[in-house]
Nanobody, 115 residues
């Protein structure tokens, strides 16, 4: 099983990025999937997720209205559209997929917001 995250980079405040997480070895639509992030010196936190049961989406209050999670079942890929980036969004972003006892993580992609 592999989750390959990509799309991070250096962006100015107010900019946008789209993160991708390509999965192999599992079918994302059969798993609860989401994005987490870890800023320097802080614990990893949940950002957003999609449930496998009905496709409901959830967002942390800090990102509501700016982040959008989506999933392309044909490509077996998870996305995170990030708009109106703020310096406090700087972190390593990780994709995650879990079902029952199985919990899979991508390797992380760095997002840096700075002028």
């Amino acid at each position: 099983v592999q989750l390959q995250a990509s799309g991070g980079g250096l962006v100015q405040p107010g900019g946008s990025l789209r993160l991708s997480c390509a999965a192999s070895g599992i079918t994302l639509r059969d798993h609860n999937v989401g994005w987490f992030r870890q800023a320097p010196g802080k614990e990893r936190e949940g950002v957003t997720c999609i449930t496998s049961s009905d496709g409901s989406t959830y967002y942390a209050d800090s990102v509501k209205g700016r982040f959008t999670i989506s999933r392309d079942n044909a490509k077996n890929t998870l996305y995170l559209q990030i708009n109106s980036l703020k310096p406090e969004d700087t972190a390593v972003y990780y994709c995650n997929a879990y079902r029952g006892w199985n919990d899979y993580w991508g390797q992380g992609t760095q997002v840096t917001v700075s002028s």
